[in-house]
């Protein structure tokens, strides 16, 4: 089992930026790639951006490239993910989500492991 720590939420006005951090319990070989996710009220859970927790195999959705990082710390199995000149409609609550590998992560299959989530508020 793996239990995934998350960090970091909160509001923040438009063009602002907020980090969140998420980490792994321990290194498991279902957990190496790891990454977030969002759900807004009312809308489908996509995924946002993910990273091999080695590093590499890096995979940022259309709408946030350019202005959302992903990076990764191997030694304490933690990803973090940058996001610069947010805007209202990345209001969400964002989830980390591990797997086995990208395939399995963006998937969503059944061995993912899931954070609790947390809360972006993004004000206009």
């Known amino acids: 089992q793996v239990h995934l720590t998350e960090s970091g939420g909160g509001s923040v006005q438009a063009g602002g930026s907020l980090t969140l951090s998420c980490r792994a319990s321990r290194s498991f070989y279902r957990s190496r790639y790891m990454g977030w996710f969002r759900q807004a009220p009312g809308q489908e859970r996509e995924a946002v951006a993910g990273i091999l927790i080695t590093g590499g195999e890096e995979y940022a959705a259309d709408s946030v490239k350019g202005r959302f990082t992903i990076s990764q710390d191997y030694p304490t199995s933690t990803v973090f993910l940058r996001m610069n000149s947010v805007k209202p409609e990345d209001t969400a609550t964002y989830y980390c989500?591990?797997?086995?590998?990208?395939?399995?992560?963006?998937?969503?299959?059944?061995?993912?492991?899931w954070g609790q989530g947390t809360q972006v508020t993004v004000s206009s």
């Open positions: 989500a591990a797997g086995s590998t990208f395939a399995s992560w963006i998937r969503s299959e059944s061995s993912v492991y």
